[in-house]
Each structure stands twice: as C-alpha cells, then as structure tokens.
C-alpha cells in the first residue's frame, strides 16, 4: 500500500481476485479472465493494472487449488480471506482517478463481504472523499469564477456531478446503517 493507506495497482488487482474467489471457487484461467473484463469495462485496458500476476496469491498462500492442471478450482485460504478484508477497507485518494475509479468499483463489488459495521465505515469513507473533491473543484471555480472561456461551466457540470453522487451516497449510507 503507498503511505496513505491506498492500493497500488497490484493491489487493486489482488482486491478483484480475492473478492472474486470469496463469491466462489474457480479456475485459474476463468479468475483471469473475470478479472480482465471488470476491470477493462470499469477504466479501459490497461497494461500497468492488467500486467500483475495473480499466479502470486498461491504462493503467498492466499489462495490454494483444489486438484491439478488447469481445471483446478482456485479457492481463498484463511489468509486469503484476511487479505481481502484489509484491502477492501483501504483508504481512498480524493483525486478522481483510474485506479480510484477501480478501487472504488471493487469496494461496492464486495462490499456486501463486510461486517455490517465496516461497511458502514466504507459509507463513511466513500461521502468523505466525495466531499473532498467536490471542495476542491468548488475552490477552483471560485478562483477562476471571472475567468473568460468554458472552464466555469465544465466545473459546474462536474460539480453538479458531484452533488448528486454525494446525496446519492449518503442516502447509501443511511441503508447501511438501516436507517429511513
């Protein structure tokens, strides 16, 4: 993880494996390539996230094999299960980028895995950094408020973007919580 508590790529890639092994067992090439189309649907083919190998989670035993050869069912070991619960609870960056974008789609993809209590807390965490960016792009509008051009108007759709996500996140939040 980077200092701040958010995932790498690889790690990004290793929340999609696990999370997708603790819904069921299956084989390695079917993992590979359910991973591969979440992830090129959700930010587009990309090199530097589709390069890491999952072949990795079996020999840090995260993962173990039922039989041999390549129909063997990959499952999540203990281990494995630890993993995922602490990759699906990192931090998220306020910026709005790809591997946010993803890490963001793999946390409402498993979310359902949690403890009531922790996905509350990833409620929490997702308004937050929704807040996050929409007060820096309020800040920037407002210091380029008399500017000439279009940047006020594209700043206002993303604002408005923002604002709908947000109030669309905690009424998520209030159902987690079982809340009206």
């Known amino acids: 993880m980077y200092a701040d508590h958010t ?9 999609a494996a696990l999370g997708t092994l603790a819904l069921e067992p299956m084989a390695y090439s079917a993992l590979a390539v359910t991973i591969r189309h979440f992830i090129s649907r959700v930010i587009g083919p990309s090199s530097e996230i589709m390069g890491h190998s999952i072949e990795l989670l079996k020999y840090e035993g995260l993962v173990a094999a039922d039989g ?5 069912l990959l499952h ?20 709005d ?16 895995l949690l403890p009531p209590e922790q996905r509350i807390a990833q409620g929490d ?6 807040e996050q960016e ?18 006020v108007a594209w700043l206002d759709q993303d604002i408005g973007d923002l604002d709908s ?8 939040r209030q159902q987690l919580a079982g809340e009206p």
């Open 125 to 130: 965490l997702l308004i937050d950094c929704c």
């Open 134 to 151: 929409l007060a820096r792009l309020e800040d920037l509008r407002a210091h380029h408020a008399s500017d000439p051009g279009f940047l």
């Open 97 to 112: 980028t790809a591997l946010n974008k993803l890490v963001i789609a793999l946390k409402f993809r498993f979310l359902h």
């Open 76 to 95: 999540l070991t203990e281990a494995g299960h630890e993993q995922l619960r602490a990759l699906i609870t990192a931090n998220l960056r306020a910026a």
């Open 165 to 172: 996500r947000l109030a669309w996140l905690r009424r998520f």
């Open 7 to 15: 995932l790498t790529p690889k790690e990004a890639i290793r929340l």
């Open 68 to 72: 041999d050869g390549d129909d063997a």
